[in-house]
């Protein structure tokens, strides 16, 4: 059984930084894709923010988000990190982990599992 667990949300000012952990079990992150997403109250999709592929270790990013984000994972602790830096109130939201599954990563329909999410909030 797949089992992703978050951490490390919680509330900073603009212009702060955060890092986000997700602990994986279940699959080997080093072979399996991982990728982050985001959801703010009142939207029904989530929006893709950053992903690492599995085989290669390499990243792809929202648009809008890079420079600001960074995804990494240690393979040695089988967890994936996104480094927030820059912070900024529009990036307030339910920050969750997911693992691929096929096809393009940034949909969040092609991720089979999913964390619950750990919630990040930027004061003005």
């Known amino acids: 059984q797949v089992q992703m667990v978050e951490s490390g949300g919680g509330l900073v000012q603009a212009g702060g930084s955060l890092r986000l952990s997700c602990v994986v079990s279940?699959?080997?992150?080093?072979?399996?894709?991982m990728g982050w997403f985001r959801q703010t109250p009142g939207r029904m999709e989530r929006e893709f923010v950053a992903?690492?592929?599995?085989?290669?270790?390499?990243?792809t990013y929202a648009d809008s988000l890079k420079g600001r984000f960074t995804i990494s994972r240690d393979n040695t602790k089988n967890t994936v990190y996104l480094q927030m830096n820059s912070l900024k109130p529009e990036d307030t939201a339910l920050y969750y982990c997911?693992?691929?599954?096929?096809?393009?990563?940034?949909?969040?329909?092609?991720?089979?599992?999913w964390g619950q999410g750990t919630q990040v909030t930027v004061s003005s």
């Open positions: 997911a693992a691929h599954w096929m096809g393009y990563y940034d949909t969040s329909a092609n991720y089979r599992d």
């Open positions: 279940g699959l080997t992150v080093r072979s399996n894709g």
């Open positions: 992903a690492i592929f599995g085989s290669s270790g390499d990243t």
